[in-house]
Every structure is written in C-alpha cells, then in structure tokens.
C-alpha cells in the first residue's frame, strides 16, 4: 500500500501529461464506452494485439492466483518458502525487462519476440504441470520468467508504435482494461480448476490459452510486421 501510494504521488506531482488538452475529453469519451472500445479495436493491428495482451494475462494469471497452493502440495513447501519462488521469478523478469529487451528488440523486432515469448511461456506452464523436486521448478520458473519478460513489453511496445499519437490513450485505455478483465476471470477460473480437477489443471489451462495466443500471433505476424 505505501509504495502504491508513493507511485500515485509521484505520477501526480512529477509525470508530465503527455496528451495534448484538446484531445482529452475525446479520448476519456472513446475508453469509457462500448462503441470507443470498439473503434480502437478496430485500428489496424490494435484489436489482434489487445486479444494477445489478453490472452497472455488470462493465462499468467492463472499461475499467480493459484502458485503458493500448488507448491504446498507438490514440494510441500509453506507460504514463507514460496515467496523465494516468488521473488526468483520476479528477478529473472526484471531483468530481461529491465535491460536485456532493449538488445533484443532491434536485433529481432517485437512481433518476433512476441511470438518466442509466447512459445517459452508455455514450455514454463507446461513444465510446471511435471514439477516435483527443486531442480525441475527452477526449470520451469526460468523459461516462464524468461516468456513473460520477453512477451509483455514487447506487446506494449509494437501497440506503442503502430498507433496513431492521438489515439494511444484510449488504446492503451483498452489494452489496460482488458488485462484487469482477464485477471478477474483467470483467478476464479484457476482456483476452481486446481480445487475441482487437479492441481495441474490450471497450468495445462495457462498453456492452452497461451497455444491460443500464439495462433492469433502467428496468423497475424505479416501484417503486424508492416
């Protein structure tokens, strides 16, 4: 709560407004309606990557909502212990975020990358469905934290570059709205799964849905290209 609360100081006194007065009030219209949402989906290439934006949290959030409870009963682990599997998962992201994708992203372009994040992801959604000693859980949070450090911002950056200046509040507006609907689903959805089905299911789901995503990707990865 304290460093929520200092992130929203600080975008209030030291972030500057990026859009221009006169295109607010149209841009706040367009976000808060169906017909707004509509439209900047309808922007070319914008709709195919709020799907994968989607897609990709419905699936990760899967494993967020549902991880300390598998671990309890796969490796026996308690809540304190899987907070180090946590925060390991965490690092491996910062870091590809926090600098290895600024190399990655003009050697192999964000479509590219969007279509590899998506495949690692799942081999770590996958590999996590057979984890039942350390070595292997290493394994699997690897290739997830690599997949979604890879797959995230580099969706953000390609729906950054090919829209308009004028209409990126209101897409990423959607963009963000979309993930938030996709969390509030995948966490119920997950924890009726492991609870009802197996402790696995919820990570077979995640790869499912990734396998998804990644056909939306592929089929569309020319024209994103252009």
Do not use: K
């Amino acid at each position: 709560a304290a460093f929520s609360t200092l992130a929203w100081v600080l975008v209030l006194f030291r972030l500057p407004e990026s859009r221009p007065r006169e295109n607010r009030a149209r841009e706040a219209a367009r976000t808060l309606s169906w017909r707004g949402i509509a439209d900047t989906a309808a922007l070319p290439g914008v709709g195919r990557l709020v799907s994968i934006g989607f897609l990709a949290v419905l699936a990760f959030a899967a494993f967020e909502g549902t991880f300390a409870l598998f671990l309890g009963h796969r490796l026996h682990w308690d809540a304190q212990t899987a907070a180090f599997a946590f925060a390991g998962l965490g690092f491996i992201s910062a870091i590809v975020q926090g600098g290895l994708i600024r190399r990655l992203v003009p050697r192999f372009g964000e479509v590219r990358l969007i279509l590899i994040g998506l495949i690692v992801a799942a081999c770590g959604f996958a590999g996590l469905t057979q984890v039942s000693n350390i070595p292997g859980l290493i394994g699997a949070l690897t290739l997830l934290g690599l997949g979604q450090g890879i797959l995230s911002p580099s969706v953000s950056g390609l729906v950054s570059r090919i829209t308009p200046v004028s209409e990126q509040g209101a897409v990423f507006g959607t963009l963000s709205s979309a993930q938030t609907l996709a969390r509030m689903i995948s966490y119920s959805t997950a924890n009726f799964l492991l609870g009802r089905v197996s402790m696995a299911a919820p990570y077979w789901g995640a790869f499912g849905v990734d396998l998804i995503a990644l056909a939306i990707a592929g089929s569309g990865s020319r024209r994103l290209r252009q």
